[in-house]
């Protein structure tokens, strides 16, 4: 009878904004924790967020320190003409002893692994790879050794992938808010704030954020847009375009996307399965107490399916956007 292959024991990939989330999600039990500079080299860059260099240097001593590892996000795409701010972070990165840079713009990429081959490179989701054919491009022209998957593909697809690209690894989204677009490539936030997520690292930035009470609730606005319009026994949302009500056939609804997050703790076992390398917990604009409860959560439910036990049962409800969770693409055509 021919033998089983033992599962492998998937990294936990855990967001930090700040050098406090970082300490946190280490804490928790994090495998690496991924962050970014404070500009828009990161898709991430809002005020209070990030990281100064000098910040990041003291937080990759303090994660290595505890045996875990830290991944710099320079996922962004450098301004034509002027990507010196992008050549700058990948060099820091390098200089810095992170244990590998998050791109997706390619010419950034070539400029990486020709400058820094001693630094690790892993392919953004913003990159958009889900195939062989691309994701083998990645990996033979600059050896990038891991790609972070859309969350596109069914957990039947990613076990499909998985030995045609090996020994590529490919790390998924676990847990975190979805967006509509492929992967943050979006036009949305552009049209309204005049601020790409993709260039300048910002989806609906706060500086166009405005909330106003109404005898009827609160009113959200997001570049002199009204987003939403909450009842005052109603939780007022950030005022994201794509997560807005809006009025069509005379009835207000979420015309682009329902406020949901993806959690696929029920679904860890057939991940793992299906060979993932990494599971990636979405948040980097999310404090400690969010980044440690994911985390501690995420680390139970691993930990239980490689000691062959059943998952936790653990309610993520109270930190999930709009109260409501969904396992996405991944449980389709699958069970």
């Keep these: ?3 089983v292959a033992p599962l492998i024991r998937p990294e936990l990939v855990c967001p930090a904004g700040t050098p406090a989330a970082l300490k946190s999600a280490v804490d928790a039990g994090a495998d690496c924790v991924y962050v970014g500079f404070r500009d828009e080299t990161n898709a991430r860059n809002f005020p209070g967020l990030n ?3 000098k910040e990041l240097g003291e937080g990759i001593a303090y994660a290595h320190e505890r045996g875990a590892k830290v991944l710099v996000a320079i996922n ?5 003409g002027k990507p010196e701010i992008w050549h700058q972070a990948v060099a820091d990165a390098a200089r810095l002893k992170a ?3 998050i791109l997706a713009d390619i010419g950034l990429i070539e400029h990486a692994h020709r400058t820094h081959p001693e630094l690790r490179l892993h392919l953004s989701v913003q990159a958009a790879a889900s195939n062989p054919d691309s994701i083998r491009f990645y990996a033979e022209r600059f050896d990038v050794k891991r790609v972070v998957l859309p969350r596109v593909l069914t957990v ?3 076990a499909a992938l998985n030995p045609r690209i090996a020994p590529v690894e490919t790390e998924v989204f676990v847990f975190g808010g979805l967006c509509v677009m492929a992967e943050g490539r979006c036009a949305l936030s552009s049209y309204v704030t005049g601020q790409s997520p993709n260039m300048n690292g910002v989806c609906s930035p706060a500086g166009e954020v405005r909330y106003t009470e109404t005898p009827q609730g609160i009113t959200s606005e997001l570049g002199g847009f009204t987003i939403n319009k909450f009842a005052h026994d109603e939780a007022a949302g950030y005022p994201t375009l794509c997560k807005g009500r809006f009025i069509a056939h005379d009835k207000a609804s979420y015309l682009f996307e329902e406020p949901t997050s ?3 703790l029920s679904m860890l076992p057939d991940l793992i399965k ?12 999310r404090g400690r107490a969010y980044v440690a409860a994911v985390v501690q959560a995420f680390r139970a439910g691993v930990d239980a399916v490689m000691a062959g036990k059943p998952l936790p049962d653990i309610d993520l409800d109270r930190i999930t956007e709009g109260g409501k969770q969904t396992t996405g693409a991944y449980e389709k055509a699958w069970r």
């Design 262 to 264: 993806l959690n696929t």
């Design 99 to 101: 244990d590998a840079a």
């Design 274 to 285: 299906a060979g993932v390398t990494a599971f990636k917990i979405e948040g980097r604009q």
């Design 51 to 53: 990281f100064n260099r």
């Design 1 to 3: 009878m021919a033998s």
């Design 76 to 80: 962004t795409f450098p301004r034509a």
């Design 156 to 158: 039947q697809e990613i």
